[in-house]
């Protein structure tokens, strides 16, 4: 149960620990300018809203340099290095948070899920303790107490904790998830199966608890359980590799070699350096004498792992089938060497030496080979052929975990570490959002104007705009704009770059102060270094200059939105992540029951942005983004016709719009049009947006 942090670091649980209001002054952002802590602090925090943690840490070091007395910025600077899995740098920010507040609650839980993740079991026991102190029913702290508890083999005090959590949230899929781990590592299967039967019956959308489950069957041989359970972890996540891995081990049991051969072919087509997959695969060819294709994936074995004797031993096997002896014998003396007590390594290589002539080596290697096999006090074999032997256990069912590096086990196939993997899966995709298991369903995020885009994890349309392209072409930028709603965070020196693109065209506005491409430059530059103040200061100006410039229209609106959505978290601390934060609950109970508010809710602070985009639709009637970031502002006031409306027009303008189909398919899931909704749910998901798939199976 390893590097589990159940810590509150998602952008719904930022909201909730760390995102102030505060009042903003203009200031230049130049290291020769007097810092202005509270408007510095208000960009840091607005970064790591939005997940540029990179930036965020550039933001906080200039407020440590000017109020070191500060206990803040070292808690977000923590925050922002633990997000890159910087734990140790984590650890030491919370605790001069601590030493300069040591009431700062969160800190503890930071400096706690930091601590657990460098394995200080104790000392992460005792942050928890600590925030528990302030805060006795907290879920996350209660998960991670138990948690650390069971890693110090504490197991009835890690029982406590998870009664007095479970007691007090019955309902907590997450806490019966890690509970039932508690239970397996005390070899307690009849408890840790009702605890995973128990979060099945509560969240049936929840792929880890069918995939805990069906690893749970394979270990007690109930392989048609297994099977069943893996298929339906599978179709709920169909992108996590050990599902199929697991899957492919039961497939194997149950004599079915060409599903299990799928299964691996399966994860290595989704990722080619899988070790598992590949080592499993090649002992399944082994199995079907495909001893060429077999060596090629215990190649790739160990050029990932150049230690894994294991797989040197089973390569040194099947060289030996195919005739390469010089290639047996080197693999083999890799494997005596890491494991001087393996007898029947001895024995492989007498028979390989008598082979090719070396009389005197065989017999030495025969020797050594019943010296070590009688100091293991095991019967001496004779066998003539160990090869053959060691190729007919081929025929055991039992299987290893992959941190089992038992040389005698070389030809199990390896279990994907379930505690681990599973744990460490959920905890990746729920660094501080494990509270909302039951996922909020989220519409595809606004379009920005950007220069970095991070790649899907599958193919989605790009979408052609006539307007951006000709700007590239006419503003003279130093990168290639583009639009995008999957924005990359920038890395250091992109960062230290942008900065010093805003000093540059600083310089050439002073000597050409009425050029409308100058002061959009800079305003991108701005706005990718999350300055929207001044990125909108600029924009304005641009407008100014060029009343009809519709780039500069749409990148004001956009800001302008950010803005609104960082202050509307501050006002609602329940808000979720950014659009409709609708739970996947609420959707079912109106599914198919139109239920339209009476009276738009529609706030006023949204009319200059929603002005801005009908400048644009005048400007432009075919700009498809208009249309579509317009409609996601309709959703979150709620007026889902009329976003309904405008998405409709985005998808007329660009029939393949895949963001476009999934947020009018939620937004009719949610005036109760179900069907329809469904319907452009399969359209997204048939145009790249996977988790459309998990919003039908549960609507269905």
Known sequence: MRKNPYIRTTKDSKMKQFILAVCIMLISLSSSAQVNTDRVMMIGKNALYFEDY????????????????????????????????????????????????????????????????????????????????????????????????????????????????????????????????????????????????????????????????????LQQKAYNNALADLDEAIRLDPYFEGNYINRGLVKYHLNDLRGAMADYDRVIEMDENNLIARFNRGLLRAQVADNNRAIRDFDKVIELEPDNTIAYLNRGMLHNETGNREAALADLNVVIEAHPDFFSGYYMRSQLKREMNDLRGAEDDYMLARAEEAKARKVATANPEPFKQARGKDETRDTRGQADQDIEKFNMLVVADSEHEQKTRY??????????????????????????????????????????????????????????????????LQIQTHFRSIDNYSMRIESDPVNPSLFFGRAMDFMLVQDYENALKDLAEVIS??????????????????????????????????????????????????????????????????????KIIRINPDFIYAYYNRAEIFSLEKDYRAAIADYSKAIELEPQFAEAYFNRGISRLAIGETAQGLDDLRKAGELGIVQSYSIIKRMQ
């Open 545 to 614: 200059l060029k009343p009809d410039m519709l780039l500069a229209h749409f990148a004001r609106a956009t800001v302008r939105s950010k803005q609104m959505e960082y202050e509307r978290l501050q006002n609602d601390p329940r808000a979720m992540t950014p659009g409709t934060g609708m739970n996947l609950n609420e959707l079912s109970n109106i599914a198919g029951k139109p239920r339209l508010p009476e009276i738009s809710t529609r706030s006023i602070d949204y009319e200059e942005i929603l002005k801005e985009y009908e």
């Open 427 to 492: 905890q990746r995709q729920s660094r501080g959002k494990v509270q909302n298991i039951n996922t909020p369903v989220d519409p595809e995020p606004m379009f920005v104007l950007t220069y970095y885009e991070r790649a899907y994890e599958v193919s989605r349309p790009v979408y052609y705009s006539e307007i951006i392209n000709k700007a590239n072409g006419d503003l003279n930028l130093a990168w290639v704009l583009k639009a995008t709603n999957n924005e990359a965070a920038l890395n250091e």
């Open 54 to 217: 990179v930036l965020a840490i550039q933001y906080f070091n200039q407020v440590i340099t000017a109020k070191p007395y500060l206990a803040d910025p070292y808690y977000f600077r923590g925050m922002a290095k633990f997000m890159l899995d910087d734990f140790k740098g984590a650890e030491e920010d919370a605790s001069e948070c601590l030493l300069r507040n040591p009431y700062y609650t969160a800190a503890y839980q930071l400096r706690g899920a930091a601590r657990q993740n460098q394995d200080k079991y104790e000392l992460a026991a005792t942050d928890y303790q600590r925030s528990l102190e302030f805060f006795p029913e907290d879920r996350i702290t209660l998960v991670n107490m138990g948690i650390v508890n069971v890693e110090l083999e504490q197991y009835e005090v890690a029982s406590k904790f998870f009664d007095v959590l479970l007691r007090r949230f019955p309902d907590y899929t997450p806490g019966y998830l890690t509970r039932s781990q508690m239970y397996l590592e005390m070899k307690d299967t009849t408890n840790a199966m009702g605890d995973l039967n128990k979060a099945i019956e509560m969240d049936p959308y929840t792929a880890q608890s069918f995939a805990a489950r069906g690893v749970l069957y």
